[in-house]
C-alpha cells in the first residue's frame, strides 16, 4: 500500500451475448508512466440483465488472469444488483469462508506494464465492469 495512492477508477461496458459459457472478454489498463500499482477492488456494478453461473472476474496479465486480483465469482448478479470484492468480503473476514480482501490482492502491477481485467465464463449478462487501481505516489 502507499501513503498516498493515485487511487484510479476504469470502467467498460460489458454485454455478454454469446451462446458460449467459457468466453472471455478482456479490457487493458495502464496506469501513469513509471507508477506500479496495486489492485484496491474491482467487480461489476449497474447490471442491467443478470449474468450466467459461472462468470467471474479477475486482474491481471494476457499470460495470467490473476495475476494481481484474484477472480471474484459474480455469477447469479441480478440486475440493478452490484458485487465487487470490498462489498462481499470487506469491512469484515466472511466468517463462512476465512476470506477477506487480503486474500483477493496478489500482487502489483509493474511500474509501466500493463494491467488486463477479465470476464470469465458469462454467456449472457449486463453491466459495468470496473478495477480500482491504487498507483503508487
Known sequence: MYDKPNRIKYCFDLVAASTDATVTTEYAIRGPKGKKGTPWDWGIEGVTVALTSGASIAIGSTADADAYGDELDISAVAAEDAKSVRNTYWPEL????????????????????????????????????????DWQD
Open 94 to 133: 466472511d466468517s463462512t469462508t476465512d476470506t477477506d480482501v487480503r486474500d483477493f490482492v496478489l500482487g502489483d502491477i509493474p511500474a509501466d506494464g500493463k494491467a488486463v481485467l477479465t470476464v470469465i465464463g458469462s454467456s449472457a449478462g449486463a453491466g459495468t465492469v470496473f478495477a480500482i487501481i
